[in-house]
């Protein structure tokens, strides 16, 4: 199997089988995560209005900590860089945050809160 360094296409049939194969599971690992990241988030929306109605704070320090903490030790069982794993999580915290501070925003106000 070898390849060209041209960059025309020239490259062996079994690796570009190889190369399609593996794009596909990716696709598939890809699709994975966007449903998990959308069930995650369909739980924490229950939390931010449940934070809301007993006026919580949106955020939980204390927990976020635990949370990275905890991530970066599973990062480092599966082989993932934790620092890349600890970037991930802040990201989706943030936006957990985010979406926390809009419901109580909106259960303050007396509206009801937007979905999602």
């Known amino acids: 199997m070898t390849t060209s360094n041209t960059g025309t296409g020239d490259v062996d049939a079994a ?5 399609a ?3 596909d599971s990716i696709d598939n690992i890809d699709a994975a995560v966007v ?3 959308a069930e995650r988030f369909k739980c924490t929306q229950q939390v931010g209005h449940l934070k809301a109605r007993h006026q919580l704070p949106p ?3 204390t927990r976020e900590a635990r949370q990275i903490e905890r991530l ?3 990062a480092e069982s599966a082989k993932l860089d934790p620092a890349f794993a600890e970037k991930f999580l802040n990201f989706i915290i943030a936006e957990v945050i985010r979406h926390h501070e809009r419901i109580a925003e909106d259960t303050g106000n007396g509206r009801a809160p937007e979905a999602g």
């Open 21 to 23: 194969r593996l794009r």
């Open 59 to 61: 955020a939980d320090p």
């Open 72 to 74: 970066r030790a599973l």
């Open 35 to 37: 449903h998990m990241l």
């Open 15 to 19: 690796v570009r089988e190889e190369l």
